[in-house]
């Protein structure tokens, strides 16, 4: 599959059925292959955080997850892959999981969203094997820690999908990684408040426009403030520096 670069950072351009493709080669050769997803404020947060940075690079595959990451593709003269987010994908994912039966375990979000999630879900795809599910909200050192390990290997997932916002998430799975049997692990975010019904899916006009970023700062505007006002313009600079880096 193509590869591309943007800010030192590797994603890859894969259609939905391409991605879909990889996921099923993966689980059923049993290889284990980490996909996080990429927007502006993972792309914000690599520069920041040279680890994490890396973690994208070594991942098996990465998602471009927002109109951001196209458009600053396109300014450093690249053509963008498709968007692939989770307000959408997640249903796409438990079609998919379902016709294959492949096992999923959803973890990750406040309490009780996980549950409501997996409801939700099996609902619309009654033949989805949910085989776990627990909440994000636990002590990531500590004794608890052990028991969802020591659960997710009682599940032996196919698809492990973890929510806890970024970069929690990939802190967790480079500390926990090497001990998850799961041929595929998925880095969610706010999946699972999408599944649940927790979280709201940009308007029609809103993904329109490419303005999903703005419905969703009007939503929680104390939260994403510094993510959306303050990191796209951050983004922007950095796409520009970029460029003027590469001409010279």
């Known amino acids: 599959m193509k590869t591309l670069k943007l800010l030192g950072i590797t994603l890859h351009d894969v259609t939905v059925d391409e ?94 969203i996980a549950e409501k999630a997996q409801e939700r879900l099996k609902a619309k795809f009654p033949a989805l094997q949910v085989c776990g599910v627990h909440h994000g909200h636990f002590h990531a050192s500590q004794e608890e820690n052990e028991k969802v390990l020591a659960d997710i290997q009682r599940c032996r997932p196919d698809i492990l999908l973890v929510g806890f916002g970024m970069p929690l998430q990939e802190k967790w799975l480079l500390a926990n990684g090497p001990r998850l049997d799961a041929p595929v692990i998925l880095t969610g975010g706010a999946a699972l408040d999408y599944a649940a019904g927790a979280a709201r899916r940009a308007p029609a006009w809103a993904i329109r426009l490419h303005l999903e970023w703005l419905f969703r700062l009007l939503q929680e505007p104390k939260r994403l403030f510094r993510r959306y006002a303050l990191g796209i313009p951050l983004f922007f600079w950095r796409i520009v520096l970029e460029r003027i880096r590469g001409s010279i």
């Open 19 to 112: 991605l879909h493709g990889f996921i099923g080669r993966k689980i059923e050769a049993r290889e284990k292959a980490v996909i996080p997803y990429l927007n502006i404020h993972a792309a914000n947060l690599a520069c920041a955080q040279p680890w994490l940075r890396d973690y994208f690079n070594r991942a098996a595959l990465v998602i471009c997850d927002g109109d951001g990451i196209r458009w600053g593709l396109r300014l450093l003269g690249q053509s963008p892959p498709p968007k692939i987010t989770y307000d959408r994908w997640i249903w796409q994912l438990a079609a998919f999981s379902a016709a294959r039966g492949y096992r999923i375990y959803l973890l990750g979000a406040a309490p009780g």
